[in-house]
């Protein structure tokens, strides 16, 4: 089909998309030495009042409120693959569309927070302690979606039986594999210090390398899907077409 | 499994309409669609849980009720109450004219009780803006509390009740249509909404 | 949907033996699976759900909208634990509302209206359990993990917490009226017309809990007579019905052992190689 029918265009403003996520990842502060929840009120607010760190709090921030949906359109073309696997029922792809719509919202939602904690640095420090741990909180906490996501592809891919399944068995196993790194972040609210605290291994480390490595892996297989599914049409139609 | 929708086991067509040949139908479990019977029972009993929990915070402060209940207009409440008693006698009258073919008097009746079903609406609003400038709002009190629910609830049950009568209309118009299971299940939730404002009435009007 | 009754392939029989043994058997042979995996999470959520806001974190029945700052700081540290780690697995369990939107969409998808019902419920639905509970769960574990916090801050996110909880009102409204609008005007009997009416009644409930973001105390506060324990009787059993109804549904489900749809197409089954070879 030579009709530009558009999935190619989104599906490479993922490399775009990535960039993005990781210049804010890296120009927000509070991520590259992670914030601890052990700060104490006026810390928070020293934290937010300091010149060095305000700006580069707003504008991260103001990139991650433009481009934390980015991955929407990324999400669709798994959908879109999900309809091509042999189930019976469009169930699973019901179910990654509710999942898509909710996740990155839970995101926004963080953002939002943060944004706030930063707008008057010059505000009463527990309200900026506030509004920072309730970001973090949605932020490190925000997973069920994400792994909701993953064992939902996980079992798409396993109930997909036929010649050439759309994704490999081994991606399955990959996002159960995800979904379980991502899992000890849920519980991140018990704890003000070490691993499970949401600057802990657990909850920060793992759970940001996993959700890192989940975006390139899926984006990769999900290439390859695409790919070779326009070869096959292009094939289609070359074999229809009478000699 | 086959009739699980609930349409009984009447000779009906899947579409609900009755047979053709309608001369001798048997004798139904219940006018209109039992499913309907079946949800303003519910509803019934919803709204009774409701006035039980009234009068139990009535016991506890009657003065106070009493004296809200004052300022009540007993005129109004008795027109309303009219209104919408003669409101069931036109639905009766619209179902009757249905089953026995008289098409256009049933639409006349159908949109007789729709009128005076805005005649109540225009007459509780009125009332309404009445009791707010003499100062008595859903938060002034207990009793007021109670009865701008009671009463707004009603308020929009009865604007379903006109969604109800309007699908007996769209029903009654064209020959191709005219489902007398429909009309007669609009006109079972007209005459719930009909008695469960008797029952309001009643507890909020004129119990004192 | 349909898959076509070309074949009389008699349907497999489901093996005995230990529960393990048929699960498995399941999973590999039964045509419905999907749709009973999604049936089963709704349960297994439900349960959880239950057992997270009644039991663990006693965030249901909701505590008081009356009580002072001191009282609400006590209600904090009494339940603590409970708070954090309750909300902890609601963190973790959250995405299981997903197979229930979508089993729902789908009952939409096999009624005989427009695919607009099932898709407009799988939005408003998905985008619910934000505003509607993942908001309590954040506010609650915030409120909870510093308990050396200025009360009034602590006051405010528990007001935060149930309000949002309790007062999320629209997309329930709106997504019971869309799904009574599917069930009352479809033809095919996917459901009964009185699941039709029941969805009112969900929906009218959204409409009687709005009073609790004015009343502080009575019936018609968060935690009221009418504004909760009501509802709540009104909404656990609209649950307990559809959670049933649904089964109804999958068990009715006429799959045969057709061909699977929805495959890429094939050379040999791709539509307009098959009315070539039809002429």
Known sequence: MKRTDGELILFWTLPAVAIIWIAAFFLFPGFVHPMSPSMSAEQVAAFYRDPHNLSRIRYSMILFNWFCVGLIPILTLIVMQIRRMAHRTPIFSYCMLGIMAAGPTLFLVANLFWLLAAFRPERNPNLTQMFNDLAWVSFGSGVPFLIAQSVILALAIYLDRQSRPVFRPWVAHFNLVVAAALAPAAFTGLALGGPMAWDGALPFWVRNVAIALWIVVMGIVLGQAIYRQRAEDRQRVGDRVPA | ?208 | MSAPATEAVSPLEAPSGSPLHRIAWHWRHNPKRELWLAWWTIVAFYQLFFLVFFVLTRTQPPPSPGWDVARVVQWFHHHHYGLLIGFGIMFLITGMTAPSNALIAYSMRRMSVSPAFAYSYLVLYSLSAIPGMLLMCIALTVGAMRPDRDPELISWLYDFAFLSFVGTMGVFLIGSLVWMLAILLDRNRVLPKWFGYLNLCNALTEIVVSPAWIFKTGVFAWNGLIAWWIDMVVFGLYTGVFIFLLRRMIQREGFGTGPLPDLAPTKETDPSALAETAQ
């Open chain 2, 1 to 208: 499994m086959t009739d699980l929708a609930g349409a009984g086991p009447r000779p009906h067509r899947v579409d609900g309409k009755p047979d053709a040949k309608d001369g001798n139908k048997p004798a139904e479990f219940v006018p209109g669609q039992p499913d309907m019977w079946a949800f303003v029972l519910f509803e019934a009993l919803v709204f009774t849980s409701y006035f039980v929990v009234y009068m139990i915070f009535r016991t506890r402060s009657p003065e106070l009720y009493l004296q809200s209940q004052a300022h009540l207009s007993l005129r109004i409440g008795v027109f309303e109450t009219l209104v919408l008693l003669v409101s069931s006698w036109s639905m009766a009258r619209c179902v009757q004219a249905a089953r026995q073919g008289a098409y256009r008097s049933a639409l006349t009746n159908a949109l007789l009780t729709m009128f005076l079903g805005v005649v109540f609406l225009v007459a509780k609003v009125f009332e309404w803006t009445r009791l707010i400038r003499m100062g008595f709002g859903f938060s002034s009190n207990e009793f007021f509390s109670h009865y701008f629910f009671l009463t707004g609830i009603h308020f929009l049950h009865l604007l379903i009740g006109f969604v109800a009568v309007g699908v007996i209309v769209y029903q009654l118009r064209s020959p191709a249509r005219r489902s007398q299971e429909l009309v007669e299940t609009g006109a079972t939730y007209w005459h719930t909404v009909d008695f469960l404002w008797i029952v309001i009435f009643a507890l909020l009007y004129v119990v004192r």
